[in-house]
């Protein structure tokens, strides 16, 4: 607190002498040290919150707990640290592009995964169709 009063004296005290430039550096500097400040906590409630959570899973009792509540930690991490980066303006179209990046690649694997895992059940499930459809075309002759 006792910080912030002198920065905001030394801003006081540049303009009074007639350096305007020097004052708005001091305020600029100050802004930019409050985005820190806010970065620095909203990080460390990211920590808090990711290591809550690794708790709550690996306590959980399920079969893949550990794996579950380390890749929940991981998440929470990278997202309090985003958050955080924003929050100090360092790369923010770097961040935006990188969730963008990561949602789809998820999105694809997903959709492979989808794909090569199901592949049976829709060719069993379109076997049937074929078998519904040949069998409704010599009922209907």
């Known amino acids: 607190m006792l910080v912030a009063i002198i ?12 350096f305007a430039m020097l ?4 305020a600029d ?18 920590l808090f919150v990711a ?13 893949h707990a550990q794996l579950l509540a380390t890749s929940a930690r991981v998440a929470i991490l990278v997202l309090a640290g985003s958050m955080s980066l924003r929050q100090i303006g360092v790369a923010s179209d770097i961040i935006n592009l990188a969730f963008g990046l990561i949602l789809g690649a998820v999105a694809v694997a997903v959709a492979i995964a989808f794909g090569f895992g199901g592949r049976d059940i ?14 409704e075309e010599s009922d209907a002759d």
């Open 122 to 135: 829709a060719a069993r499930q379109l076997q049937e169709w074929h078998t519904e459809l040949v069998k």
């Open 23 to 26: 004052a708005d550096i001091i």
């Open 7 to 18: 920065f905001f004296a030394a801003i006081e005290a540049a303009e009074i002498l007639g």
């Open 29 to 46: 500097f100050t802004i930019f040290a409050g985005q820190v400040v806010l970065a620095l906590i909203l990080f460390a409630v990211g």
């Open 51 to 63: 290591s809550l959570v690794y708790r709550a899973i690996s306590s959980s009792g399920s079969v």
